[in-house]
């Protein structure tokens, strides 16, 4: 398949996940088999990345309220493939893998309301776990996109879980010299979100590692120290 004729293929695709959009699969024969098509290509790191985003729309649409333990269902079944695979090439596919996870969490929780995540509790919470280890990637496309994943997650969880686990790790990757100022950027972007949503408590210092050292980091201090420095 030539470039031109995959462009075309892909298009006609997404048009077709559109419109998949619009039907209210009401045969549960018919529902079942399009939500099991879906999981099967969106694990499939081999779907094209343009197709994502209208595939995972069209798949939360027809799971209806149950979307997110299956979306669960599929990270967990990836993450698992990766770990019984002895192929050579094993640690391009974990990359690839990795970078596919995030990418479809990205866009769930883009399109997840709080009404959801309350139906769905504990398959919101099992997230975190494909989450965090990107945000800690040696790679920084895979870290750069879990710090972008990081911040819609926190925007959905409750306000104790943020404080004691969300916030340090971003405080920790706004204030580390060595990060990339995008990486950083996009870390302050999501804690200035959580403060409108949370006001005041996210500008109290907290205790986070960052550059070697647990010390007491203040959102508010390490911008200001940015702004100074550009």
Do not use: W
Not at 112 to 117: A, K, Y
Not at 130 to 137: D, E, F, I, R
Request: with cysteine; net charge negative; hydrophobic share 45%.
């Amino acid at each position: 398949v030539d470039d031109d004729e995959e462009e075309a293929q892909i298009f006609i695709c997404n048009q077709l996940f559109k419109v998949a959009q619009l039907m209210d699969l009401q045969e549960e024969g018919s529902r079942r088999h399009f939500v099991a098509a879906c999981k099967t290509m969106l694990a499939s790191i081999h779907t094209p990345d343009e197709l994502l985003e209208e595939a995972i729309k069209a798949f939360m649409s027809a799971a209806h309220d149950d979307y997110l333990p299956f979306v669960s269902d599929i990270v967990n079944q990836m993450t698992e493939d990766v770990v019984d695979n002895d192929d050579d090439d094993n640690d391009e596919t974990q990359r690839l893998v990795q970078l596919r996870i995030v990418s479809i969490l990205t866009i769930v929780l883009e399109n997840t309301s709080p009404r959801m995540v309350a139906l769905h509790q504990s398959s919101f919470t099992s997230l975190v776990q494909h989450v965090v280890p990107a945000v800690t990637s040696n790679d920084a496309l895979i870290r750069e996109a879990g710090v972008g994943c990081l911040g819609r997650l926190a925007l959905l969880s409750d306000e104790s879980t943020v404080l004691a686990d969300l916030k340090p790790l971003l405080l920790q990757i706004i204030a580390g010299n060595s990060e990339s100022m995008e990486i950083r950027a996009q870390a302050m972007l999501a804690l200035c979100d959580l403060t409108m949503l949370f006001g005041t408590a996210i500008l109290e210092p907290t205790i986070a590692a960052a550059n070697g050292e647990n010390d007491a980091i203040s959102f508010v201090d390490v911008v200001s120290e940015m702004l100074q420095h550009n």
